[in-house]
């Protein structure tokens, strides 16, 4: 496999900022905002926690499914970018839904099928990574693949949060489809795949998904122990973008939230995007795992210091602490998940990355009721969302203890042979 340009790295990982800018706006940003158009004040981290827990356990079914599937999926235009049109495509039909809801029910129906749709084309878009990059460039590939993520997040707080108005949402939902339908279109016209057309395979698809998705267990078991680490980690770093919106609202009480809440998420993310490219090329030398230990101790103690932090100033300077952490775990956790996918079944070893990423997403978002449990103990101290930071704290420190038993491999990849066309 020939070592790929910059360039190619950077269209292979637009689709990631059309992503990012539309799950950032709708779970940190617009959800929040319309719910509290809809239930009462005390049971709105409740609604929120379970509304997105909901949509995150479809999404960590649907993703590695679709990836799996894309895997073996035969076509002139290869294996992945079919699925990442359809998906993207099919995305509007349920951002119109969102946008035109007017009420929890309709507004859950949208959510929920946007995680069908979307995860559709999210589970074979990560496989073009692992079928595209050589491992020599993995962690650089990760760093921009974190980079166009975080920068999908970051441009998302600043225009969103300055767009959006829970009264008149449609302005912002257009300009979700926008940045999605941009960045999936540089990629499924910019990335070139091979036909797969010749692949053709006259196995049943649900036989074929039961026999592609089984995992020797014993083989691989340091990627399931590499998808717990991922799951910790990120159990605890989510809840803290979840309910940062109501955490501004209740402790800073400033006077705009959701334009505050995107100043702080810019601030975590620029940290993020900056540590990320540089952990990457780091971990291309020294390793995966350093930067692991590194990520986790950085987050530990950002998330200590939010217990501390009560005023809009030191929220953004602790905001980019934990951003800096979260950027270089980021890079490094994809590119050991990457080593460690065996050859031809990126699709499937990628998505499943997906049990742990929207399993952590979903499992954060359970931490609303007891935040809003323990702040109605005490009224007016908003003590619940101590427990989110401290949550943190320690899912990030016991990840490391999984972590000593994955391996770290950087092994040589050869060009697939359906890829044979793009790596001339």
Same mark, same amino acid.
């Given at each position: ?27 940190? +940003? ?13 049971? $709105? ?51 119109? /839904? ?14 929920? *099928?946007?995680? /069908?749709?979307?995860? /559709? ?6 496989? +073009? ?14 760093? /921009? ?29 257009? *300009? ?117 230990? +590194? ?104 990840? +490391?203890?999984?972590?000593? $038993? ?19």
């Amino acid at each position: 496999m020939r070592k790929s340009s910059l360039f190619e790295l950077i269209k292979l990982n637009t689709y990631w900022f059309g992503l990012a800018f539309m799950w950032n706006s709708l779970h940190t +940003l617009i959800l929040p905002a319309l719910i509290l158009q809809y239930v009462a004040d005390e049971r $709105k981290n409740t609604t929120l926690g379970l509304l997105t827990f909901t949509g995150l356990i479809i999404a960590a079914i649907v993703q590695p499914l679709a990836g799996a599937a894309s895997d073996r999926w035969s076509s002139r235009f290869g294996r992945r970018r079919p699925a990442i049109a359809f998906g993207t495509l099919s995305d509007m039909l349920f951002l119109a /839904i969102m946008a035109f809801a007017g009420g929890i029910p309709l507004l859950a129906v949208g959510y929920a *099928g946007l995680q /069908i749709t979307s995860n /559709i084309a999210h589970g074979p878009a990560q496989g +073009l990574m692992h079928d595209k990059v050589p491992s020599e460039r993995m962690g650089l590939a990760s760093g /921009i693949k974190n980079i166009f993520d975080m920068g999908g997040v970051a441009v998302s707080s600043l225009v969103v949060g300055f767009i959006f108005t829970a009264e008149k949402p449609l302005p912002a939902f257009l *300009g979700i489809a926008l940045a999605l339908t941009l960045g999936a279109a540089i990629t499924i016209f910019g990335v070139r795949e091979g036909s797969t057309a010749a692949e053709k395979n006259d196995e049943p698809l649900l036989t074929g998904l039961r026999s592609s998705l089984r995992i020797d267990r014993k083989q691989h078991s340091g990627y399931w122990r590499l998808l717990l680490v991922r799951f910790l980690f990120l159990s605890g770093v989510y809840g803290i973008q979840v309910f940062a919106q109501y955490f501004i609202r209740d402790v800073l009480q400033v006077e705009d939230p959701v334009e505050f809440t995107g100043y702080v998420l810019f601030a975590i993310v620029l940290a993020l995007m900056v540590f990320s490219i540089v952990a990457g090329q780091i971990a291309d030398r020294i390793g995966r795992k350093p930067m692991h230990v +590194l990520a986790a101790v950085t987050v530990c103690v950002g998330s200590i210091l939010l217990t501390l932090a009560r005023q809009p100033s030191s929220v953004l300077i602790v905001g980019g602490i934990v951003g800096a952490g979260i950027g270089v775990f980021l890079s490094a956790n994809w590119a050991l998940a990457n080593d460690l996918a065996p050859l031809g079944e990126g699709g499937k070893f990628l998505g499943l990355t997906n049990l742990a990423t929207a399993g952590a997403g979903a499992m954060s978002r359970l931490l609303g009721p007891p935040i809003d449990a323990v702040n109605n103990w005490r009224p007016g101290e908003y003590l619940g969302y101590n427990v989110l930071f401290i949550s943190a704290a320690v899912l990030s420190i016991v990840s +490391l203890l999984i972590l000593r $038993k994955v391996p770290e491999q950087i092994k040589p990849r050869r060009t697939r042979v359906g890829d044979k066309r793009s790596n001339r």
